[in-house]
């Protein structure tokens, strides 16, 4: 059983940069794409980033690229979501998903796994 806990969240200032953690268990962590969503109150849930199951290839919407870096260490089972440059519409509950379906497609949307999810707030 796929398991993925997050880590990292918090309460920080705009401008300010916060690092989530998503550690993988229950899976051949090396055979999964990976991703990072989030969820803002009343809001539908959003992609904030994918990684292909190297690490060599990311994805980003137009609303965090530039300022957030997602990588992963097959090493151990883990994910990270750097955030810089924080703004007050960042706010949310930020979500680990996984998949094991087209490992190599950072296009891909879809996932099977999810983690619980960690709140990041950021203040004015």
């Known amino acids: 059983q796929v398991q993925l806990v997050e880590s990292g969240g918090g309460f920080v200032q705009a401008g300010g940069s916060l690092r989530l953690s998503c550690a993988a268990s229950?899976?051949?962590?090396?055979?999964?794409?990976m991703g990072w969503f989030r969820q803002a109150p009343g809001k539908e849930r959003e992609i904030v980033a994918t990684v292909n199951w190297n690490g060599m290839r990311t994805g980003y919407p137009g609303s965090v690229k530039g300022r957030f870096t997602i990588s992963r260490d097959n090493a151990k089972n883990t994910i990270y979501l750097q955030m810089n440059s924080l703004k007050v519409e960042d706010t949310a509950i930020y979500y680990c998903?996984?998949?094991?379906?087209?490992?190599?497609?950072?296009?891909?949307?879809?996932?099977?796994?999810w983690g619980q999810g960690t709140q990041v707030t950021v203040s004015s």
């Open positions: 229950g899976l051949t962590f090396r055979m999964y794409r």
């Open positions: 998903a996984a998949d094991a379906d087209n490992p190599s497609d950072i296009e891909a949307t879809s996932f099977r796994s």
